[in-house]
């Protein structure tokens, strides 16, 4: 018998737990012991293998500090999609949640904007000559 597959939203759920769950520098353990459960229940959650109900769901956002919208796409109200998926991916990757906690350490508009700018040329010179239209679109945005 196969084992049955996590509800893709369970998944994108347990993924916006574990994205806000780092960005705050929480360990699944401390979070755990706030809702009076253990670390591999936040694993699970997290990776969606199991759903997190409504009352507890509630309470993390408690604990997070972030309304209950913040774990739904568009406050619940929008499809998840391939390029949400691909950003959640990346802000949940090591290097994500570092160069987000970096980016927002930054009070300076004009330095945030040269930065943007820096990383915008930098992925345009990485970029192969038949992408130019990509390439414009990255300079340009």
């Given at each position: 018998?196969?084992?049955?597959?996590?509800?893709?939203?369970?998944?994108?759920?347990?993924?916006?737990?574990?994205?806000?769950?780092?960005?705050?520098?929480?360990?699944?353990?401390?979070?755990?012991?706030?809702?009076?459960?253990?670390?591999?229940?936040?694993?699970?959650y997290e990776k969606g293998t199991n759903?997190?109900?409504?009352?507890?769901?509630?309470?993390?956002?408690?604990?997070?500090?972030?309304?209950?919208?913040?774990?739904?796409?568009?406050?619940?109200?929008?499809?998840?999609?391939?390029?949400?998926?691909?950003?959640?991916?990346?802000?949940?990757?090591?290097?994500?949640?570092?160069?987000?906690?970096?980016?927002?350490?930054?009070?300076?508009?004009?330095?945030?904007?040269?930065?943007?700018?820096?990383?915008?040329?930098?992925?345009a010179a990485g970029l192969p000559d038949?992408?130019?239209?990509?390439?414009?679109?990255?300079?340009?945005?």
């Amino acid at each position: 018998m196969k084992a049955k597959s996590p509800n893709s939203i369970d998944v994108y759920v347990g993924n916006r737990v574990r994205v806000r769950r780092k960005t705050l520098g929480m360990t699944q353990n401390g979070l755990a012991e706030l809702l009076g459960i253990t670390f591999q229940q936040i694993q699970k959650y997290e990776k969606g293998t199991n759903r997190i109900g409504a009352s507890r769901l509630q309470r993390i956002s408690e604990i997070l500090r972030v309304p209950v919208g913040f774990f739904f796409e568009n406050g619940g109200s929008g499809p998840i999609d391939g390029a949400t998926n691909e950003l959640n991916s990346f802000l949940s990757s090591k290097e994500g949640l570092a160069l987000n906690k970096a980016f927002i350490a930054i009070e300076d508009p004009n330095i945030r904007q040269k930065l943007v700018a820096l990383a915008k040329s930098l992925a345009a010179a990485g970029l192969p000559d038949s992408d130019s239209e990509l390439q414009d679109s990255v300079v340009n945005s």
